[in-house]
Antibody, heavy 128, light 108 residues
Framework: QVQLQESGPGLVKPSENLSLTCSVS??????????WTWIRQRPGTGLEWIGY???????HYNPSLESRVSISVGTSKTQFSLNVTSATAADTAIYYC????????????????????WGQGTQVTVSS | EIVLTQSPGTLSLSLGERATLSCRAS???????VAWYQQKPGQAPRLLIY???SRAADIPDTFSGSGSGTDFTLTISRLEPEDFAVYYC??????????FGGGTKVEI
């Protein structure tokens, strides 16, 4: 049974980096054809896709966050991480890691995924 | 970017009733690439439907999805106590990438 679990600091100061880790049990991150994704939910708003790292190591990010975001895989291949630079109050959110799946048919974009497994989420507050 | 508008914002129903949730896209969603999720307070979203009508693993058949083009529907045939939650649609068929709707809350 595959499970995902987020971890990281719950409080980040403005202008500092926000770093989170997702630990994956029951699966390897290089198993085809999964896309290891970060999604966030800001207070009172819906869900926002942040980006992913694929089973082959490719990354793809939300254009609105691309200049500040990076996602990487740990050496154990059972963890992947999110780094957001220069955090602001607008980055305050619940952050989820999720496993993305792609359809068997044609995809017209690089993030043609639905999300079949999610971590429980971790609250991050950006405040001094 | 495809904007997804979910309606109604809140649906007030009773146990055993049928719930019909709408998700309207600003442009046609190719190949019926729409998913639906259920989110309860303090929990992560849970996948219910993908490909507009395929139920995810372990999802009861009281949940069904339908639609094509710009109009998609999630139907809960008989509401159980555990079905009261917020439901989100998501499209993944746009050349501009995926997007989520704003959610519909199903309440007693």
């Amino acid at each position: 049974q595959v499970q995902l679990q987020e971890s990281g600091p719950g409080l980040v100061k403005p202008s500092e980096n926000l770093s989170l880790t997702c630990s994956v049990s029951g699966a390897s991150l290089n198993s085809p054809y999964f896309y290891w994704t970060w999604i966030r939910q800001r207070p009172g708003t819906g869900l926002e896709w942040i980006g992913y790292i694929s089973y082959s190591g490719n990354t793809h990010y939300n254009p609105s966050l691309e200049s500040r975001v990076s996602i990487s895989v740990g050496t154990s291949k059972t963890q992947f991480s999110l780094n957001v630079t220069s955090a602001t109050a607008a980055d305050t959110a619940i952050y989820y890691c999720a496993r993305g799946r792609e359809p068997l048919g044609f995809c017209s974009s690089a993030n043609c995924h639905w999300f079949d497994l999610w971590g429980q989420g971790t609250q991050v507050t950006v405040s001094s | 970017e495809i904007v997804l508008t979910q309606s109604p914002g809140t649906l007030s129903l009773s146990l055993g009733e049928r719930a019909t949730l709408s998700c309207r896209a600003s442009q046609s969603v190719s190949a019926r690439y729409v998913a639906w999720y259920q989110q309860k307070p303090g929990q992560a979203p849970r996948l219910l439907i993908y490909g507009a009508s395929s139920r995810a693993a372990d999802i009861p058949d009281t949940f069904s999805g339908s639609g094509s083009g710009t109009d998609f529907t999630l139907t809960i045939s008989r509401l159980e106590p555990e079905d009261f939650a917020v439901y989100y649609c998501q499209q993944y068929g746009s050349s501009h990438g995926l997007s989520f709707g704003g959610g519909t809350k199903v309440e007693i």
